[in-house]
C-alpha cells in the first residue's frame, strides 16, 4: 500500500495546476476568490475551456473523448481545481447519463448524444422524484404508453435540478403496470425544447436561487430510439447510474472547498486585536472537520481503486453519501460561525455591512440542507446499507 | 497509489486470523487477565517463530524488512483475539526504537533476543504530570563515571511489569519541557534502584509505574545521540498510535459483526429487533464508522514510516480522531443495541468496549491530536 505519487504524476500536478492558473478567466478568477460562488453562464464556460483542453470528461474512457486517467490522475485533477476554486461542472451530463450511455446505450444513443455532452452544447437534468415519488421512487407514476415508434408520455416530475438550463432530461416513468413496481420503470431521454408538452418552472429555494424545477409532460412523445436499456429495465438503469455518480455524491471536493472558505472567513475576521483564525478553540473546530475529512478521503479513494479494478459498486456509495453530505453541511455551518454577526447578511447585502467573498456563505448554509435529501435521503441510504450490506430481516 | 495487500500481506493476514482463532481465542485472554503476568512467554515464542516480532525490522538487521503495513495486518486480527501478548510495547515501540537508533551491539544484545521471542521490552515515556506532551519529562539521568545515573518516575508504562529490557526517556539537558536535551536509555528490568508497581488496567491488561531511584546504567546503554531523542521518540509515539488505530480496528470490527449477529438472532415483540428501523438506522451508522475506521488505519499504518514529519503528524492524528470518534459511536451503540447483558461481564463485548477505551487514550487522545492537528505547518494553508 502505497499513498505517494510517482514522479511523472507530480509533474502532472505542476501541468495542471499552472494550466489552470492560465486558463481561467480574470473575472471568473475573481469570483472563484470570491467563495466560487459561479453563475451558470460561468459554468458553462468553463465547461469548455475543459471541453477545449480535452479535459472535460477525467472519468471517461478515452475512446469516448474522456481523459482515460487513472485514479491517481483524476485526484490530482480534482484537488487541483479545488485549489483554484474552479467552477464545479454540471454532472447530470457528464457524470450520470453519459457514463450509463457508455455502459448501455446503443451505438446510434453514444454517437448522437455522447459528443454534445462532452462539448456542452446540450445541457442535462435528471427527472427521478414526483410529488408522491420521493423516497419511495419506485412508486413513480409518470406514464410512457407506446404509440408506433414512440412512447406518449404524461406525468409530472419534481426537484428537477437545474432544469431551466437544461435541454435533454433523462427520466424514469411507468411502462409496465402489473407485477412489482420496479419491474415496470423504464429509462427515457427527452428533449425539453422540441418536444411539445414539456414544461418546466423553476422554484424558489431557500438558499435564494433557482436551482430545482417542477417538470409536467403532457402527452410528450419520446422516441422509443430514446429508451436506454430494455423496456421495464430502467430501476437497473438507475441503479447503475448511481455507481457512476458515487465519486461525487459524497460531495468531498465540496467540503474541501469549504473548508478553504471557513479558513479564509477566519483569517480575515477581526477579534480584537488579533483575528478569528488566532483563536485556538476556533481552529480546533476547523481541525476536527479537516481531519474527517481525510478519513472520507481515503474511503472514497479505496472505492475508486476498487472500481478501477472492475469491482461492481455496492452499498459502500452509500456511506460516502451519508458521512459525506453530513460533512458537507457541518463545513457551511461552520462558515456561517465563522462570520459571526456577518452571518446574518443575504446575497444582496451591501459591500460596507458584507464584504463580497461572504455574500454566498447563507446562501449556501441554507441550500446545502438538501445534501442529506437529495440523491437519496440519507435516511433511504441507512435503509439500503441495512438491507443489503447487513442483511437485517425487514419489518 | 495503491490500497491493495500484496500476495504476501494477504498470507499474512490469513496466517494471523487463523492463529488467533486457533491459537488465542478471547476465551484465553479471559483466563489470562487473572494471572499476574498477563501473558505469556510460551505465546510469544510462537508469535516470534510466525516471523511477526521481526517483520518490519530491515533484513541487514536480521528481520523480514516488511513494513507498517504488515505490523497493522497483524495487529487488527490480534485485537480480534484480545491477545495480551506486549505486541505494541515491545514489537512496535521498543523494537522500532532500537533498530532505528540501536547500533551493532545494541541490537545484538537488546533487539535479537525480542524478535526471537525469548525477552519482550518496554518503552517508558509517560510521567504523572506529562499528560500527552512527548517533551515534558522530569526523569533526570547524570553522567557519573563512565556511564549515567537515572532517577525519576514514569506512568503507565506498557508491559513495564514484565520486560526483561526497558527504553527509558530521560533528561540530559535543559528543563522540563524542553524538546532539546531529552535521551533514551537501555535499563535492564532487574536493574539495581528500580522498583515496578505493577497496574492492572480497565482492559485486564498490565502496565507498570517504574520508579527510577539512583539506577546506573553503563555509557553503552544510551541510544542515538545525548540529548537529540525528541524527534525519536515522537516518531515511537506516531507509531504507537498507529498501532492503536489497527489494533482497535479489530475490536471495531468485532463489536459491529457481533452486534449485527445479535439484531437478527434476538427476539421481541414476536420478531427479531434487527427489523426496527430505528435499530437498523444505528446499525447502518456503525457500518459507515467502521469503514472510516478502516481507512483511517490504513491512513496511519502507510504513514507511520513517512519521513515527511508533518505529514506524518497531520495524517496519524486525523486517523487517531477516527478511531476515537468512530470507534467511540461504535463501542457505545454495541453496548446499547445488546441491552442488559452488554454490560455482563460473561460477554464478550464489555472486553471488546474496554481495551478500545484504552487505545483511545493511549498515545494522544481525541483533543491532543485535534490539537496538535491545528498546530502543524500545513494547517495555515487555505490551499
Known sequence: ?395 | MNFDLTEEQQMIMDQAAKFVANESPVSRFRQLRETERGWEPEMWAKMAEQGWLAIAIPEEQGGFGGSFVDLAIILEQLGRGLVPEPFIASAVLAGGILSDLGDDAQREAWLNPMIEGRTSLAFAYAETQSRYNPSDCLTRAEKSGGGWTLSGEKVWVLNGHAADQIIVVARTGGSQLDEAGLSLFVIDGEAKGLTRIRVPGMDGQRTAVLRLDGVEVGADRLLGREGEAFPSIEKAIDRGAAAACAEGLGQVRELFERTVAYLKEREQFGVPIGSFQALQHVASDMYSEVELCSSASILASIQADNPDEDTRKADISAAKLQLADGGWFVQENAIQLFGGIGITDEQDEGLFFKRLRVLNGLFGDADWHVARFQSLKGFEAID
Not at chain 1, 435528471?126 to 408520455?153: C, F, H, T, V
Not at chain 1, 407485477?179 to 431557500?206: C, R, W, Y
Not at chain 1, 423496456?231 to 441503479?239: D, I, L, P, S, V
Open chain 1, 1 to 395: 500500500m502505497d499513498l505517494s505519487y510517482t514522479p511523472e504524476q507530480e509533474q502532472f500536478r505542476e501541468e495542471v495546476r499552472s494550466w489552470i492558473a492560465e486558463a481561467m478567466p480574470a473575472t471568473m478568477k475573481k469570483h472563484a476568490e470570491d467563495g466560487a460562488n459561479f453563475e451558470h453562464a460561468e459554468v458553462m464556460e468553463w465547461h469548455k475551456i475543459l471541453y477545449e483542453k480535452g479535459w472535460v470528461a477525467p472519468n471517461w474512457p478515452a475512446e469516448y473523448g474522456g481523459t482515460g486517467w487513472d485514479v491517481a490522475r483524476r485526484s490530482i485533477f480534482q484537488e487541483e481545481c479545488v485549489r483554484a476554486n474552479a467552477p464545479s461542472l454540471s454532472p447530470f451530463g457528464l457524470s450520470m447519463v453519459g457514463p450509463l450511455m457508455i455502459q448501455y446505450g446503443t451505438d446510434e444513443q453514444k454517437k448522437r448524444f455522447l459528443p454534445k455532452i462532452l462539448s456542452g452544447e446540450e445541457i442535462w437534468c435528471q427527472g427521478y422524484s414526483e410529488p408522491n415519488a420521493g423516497s419511495d421512487l419506485a412508486n413513480l407514476q409518470l406514464r410512457a404508453d407506446k404509440d408506433g415508434d414512440d412512447y406518449i408520455l404524461n406525468g409530472q416530475k419534481t426537484w428537477t435540478t437545474y432544469a431551466q438550463y437544461a435541454d435533454w432530461i433523462f427520466v424514469l416513468c411507468r411502462t409496465g403496470f402489473e407485477g412489482k413496481k420496479q419491474e415496470g420503470i423504464s429509462f427515457l431521454l427527452a428533449d425539453i425544447h422540441n418536444t411539445e408538452g414539456i414544461e418546466v418552472k423553476p422554484f424558489l429555494t431557500t438558499g435564494g436561487t433557482l436551482a430545482f424545477s417542477e417538470t409536467w409532460f403532457k402527452n410528450a412523445r419520446v422516441p422509443q430510439a430514446n429508451r436506454v436499456g430494455p423496456e421495464n429495465g430502467g430501476w437497473a438503469m438507475a441503479k447503475a447510474l448511481l455507481g457512476h455518480e458515487r465519486t461525487g455524491i459524497g460531495g468531498i471536493a465540496e467540503s474541501a472547498r469549504g473548508l478553504m472558505q471557513v479558513k479564509q472567513i477566519a483569517q480575515r475576521t477581526a477579534v480584537g486585536n488579533s483575528t478569528l483564525f488566532d483563536d485556538p478553540d476556533f481552529r480546533r473546530r476547523i481541525a476536527r472537520k479537516e481531519m474527517r475529512l481525510r478519513a472520507i478521503e481515503i474511503f472514497n479513494l479505496r472505492q475508486l481503486a476498487a472500481a478501477q479494478l472492475g469491482h461492481a459498486p455496492g452499498a459502500e456509495s452509500s456511506v460516502l453519501k451519508i458521512v459525506g453530505t453530513e460533512l458537507q453541511q457541518e463545513v457551511s455551518e461552520l462558515c456561517m460561525d465563522a462570520m459571526g454577526h456577518n452571518a446574518m447578511g443575504w446575497l444582496d447585502s451591501p459591500e460596507e455591512a458584507l464584504p463580497s467573498y461572504q455574500q454566498a456563505v447563507a446562501s449556501q448554509f441554507n441550500y446545502l440542507r438538501a445534501a442529506t435529501i437529495y440523491g437519496g435521503s440519507n435516511e433511504i441510504q441507512k435503509n439500503i446499507i441495512a438491507k443489503h450490506l447487513l442483511r437485517l430481516p425487514s419489518a
